[in-house]
């Protein structure tokens, strides 16, 4: 953007969910002598006290039918959620205005170091969970964006020396400029979000972006175990420093490119080959015998071991160590780092065991929002489990989670509106392994899979709702229907008591 954000004469805030909210919010508090278009395409009565708020503030508003761009807007925000195929959107790129992110228009109003975190599952585990490393070692730190606070709600609101630890989604991350975090972490990557990003490929590029503008004083940090993290170790764009980890010793066999057709391949990368020898990397972090260690400049140091973490499972240890690394990075000592690991108690939604009702554990993973966050629940689990899977489709195939399910889940519950092409993939599995192939069944929603899940399952066993899917067929979010799964629990547990 040619002219200068303090000289901005009108700007333009589109989507009015949390980030949006706050866009417009901030661009009132610290533009005041610009005028501030606040839009989106739902009808006011949906926006619940929003554009109230903006109004009050100062912003003129653009609703339902009246949304459009009007002429002479100097800047686009865009909120997350708001698809590039929106025609406000569409009519900013015909025109030629620059369109960021809430992510960079916060950005370009702070001074503090960042953390940044991305990745396609364990984003905000790993995001509280560095949060929490830094408040209990007594450094000031605001967890926020897609976690937590938005950011548009911190500048002016937290001290200068706070860190800010930031969950960022591919959608957060698709119109930056010079957004550049001190360390940027890419925990993992996986087919999601399709339908927004078009391929793979694209979904890929719209990650990678959280490296492009960093400096050699900066650190990117990859996972060396992920074939497709590791696979572009090498390559990242920007100029951060190499930072790893990985639960054993890192392979890294190729970086991915991207093909002419937007599909992914691979490429031999010697660079990377060397670069996982932990001679090229400013902070690696791993496992040895059962126990997690750190090295920085200063050496190698044990952190604890992997049964002492109180989050479990792999993908929970490969967590832990990238928030361990990320913390290091800004100089957090490893010894405070341990005791958070060992007393850090997970979040609300992911793997977070809600229940056990006549012996039965009843756990909420409505995070896991897409199939690789489906698969790696199970890790956490030995023993017969009920898995309840489906919601709103994202675009990934099914089939991978219909094998991965075999030996581990009792009975494969399908709902929602992926019920039909998760059945699919059920029944092409059971046509290719036969008696191998986990069961299932087809229900119409979330109560009448607890429902069917209670009368299924005895002592012992685990209901694990992890649906592989979005929410948005029955729920205004994962949340909500983490929170309805939650109260159809303890609905269940106050009738086992009487």
């Avoid at 490296?211 to 764009?237: K, R, W, Y």
């Avoid at 075999?406 to 036969?434: D, S």
């Amino acid at each position: 953007m040619t002219v200068p954000i303090a000289d901005l004469r009108s700007l333009a805030v589109v989507g009015l969910g949390r980030s949006g909210r706050a866009a417009g919010l901030l661009a009132r508090r610290m533009l005041p002598n610009a005028v501030v278009v606040a839009i989106d395409e739902k009808a006011e009565a949906e926006l619940g006290p929003t554009p109230a708020e903006l109004r009050a503030a100062g912003a003129a508003l653009l609703l339902g039918d009246r949304a459009d761009l009007p002429a002479g807007v100097e800047l686009l925000v865009k909120s997350p959620g708001v698809p590039t195929s929106s025609r406000v959107v569409t009519a900013a790129l015909e025109r030629g205005v620059p369109i960021w992110s809430e992510v960079e228009f916060a950005a370009r109003f702070l001074t503090n170091r960042w953390i940044a975190i991305t990745g396609t599952n364990g984003k905000t585990t790993t995001t509280e969970l560095t949060g929490q490393i830094l408040r209990d070692a007594g450094r000031p730190v605001e967890v926020a964006g897609n976690v937590g606070r938005a950011l548009a709600g911190l500048p002016g609101m937290i001290a200068p020396d706070a860190v800010v630890v930031a969950e960022l989604s591919s959608f957060q991350l698709e119109h930056i400029e010079r957004f550049r975090p001190d360390v940027a972490v890419l925990l993992n990557l996986t087919e999601d979000h399709i339908d927004r990003h078009g391929s793979y490929a694209g979904y890929i590029d719209a990650k990678l972006r959280v490296f492009e503008n960093q400096t050699s004083a900066d650190l990117a940090l990859v996972n060396l175990d992920d074939p497709d993290t590791a696979g572009i170790a090498a390559g990242l764009p920007g100029h951060g420093r190499r930072g790893g980890f990985s639960l054993g010793a890192p392979v890294v066999p190729a970086a991915l490119v991207s093909g002419a057709d937007g599909s992914v391949a691979q490429r031999p990368e010697p660079a990377a080959a060397r670069a996982a020898s932990g001679a090229a990397f400013a902070v690696l972090a791993g496992v040895a015998a059962g126990t997690l260690w750190l090295q920085t400049g200063e050496g190698r140091t044990g952190l604890c071991p992997v049964a002492a973490l109180a989050l479990k499972g792999d993908h929970n240890v490969a967590n832990s160590l990238a928030a361990a690394a990320a913390a290091a990075a800004l100089g957090v000592p490893a010894a405070s780092i341990a005791t958070t690991l060992q007393t850090f108690p997970g979040v609300a939604h992911r793997l977070q065991v809600v229940g056990e009702v006549g012996g039965v554990i009843w756990v909420n993973d409505s995070k896991a929002t897409n199939v690789d966050a489906a698969v790696k629940a199970l890790t956490a689990y030995f023993g017969p489990v009920h898995m309840i899977l489906g919601g709103s489709l994202k675009g990934a195939s099914f089939d991978p989670l219909a094998a991965a399910t075999e030996g581990r889940v009792k009975e494969a519950i399908l709902i929602g509106a992926a019920a039909a092409p998760l059945r699919e993939a059920f029944e092409r599995r059971r046509a290719a392994v036969g008696e191998r192939a986990t069961p299932f069944v087809v229900l119409p929603d979330l109560a009448a899979a607890v429902a069917h899940a209670a009368a299924a399952s005895a002592p012992g066993d685990v209901v694990l709702l992890s649906p592989a899917c979005a929410s948005f067929d029955h729920y205004r979010n994962f949340e909500h229907r983490g929170e309805h799964f939650t109260e159809l629990v303890e609905a269940l547990r106050e009738r086992s008591a009487t």
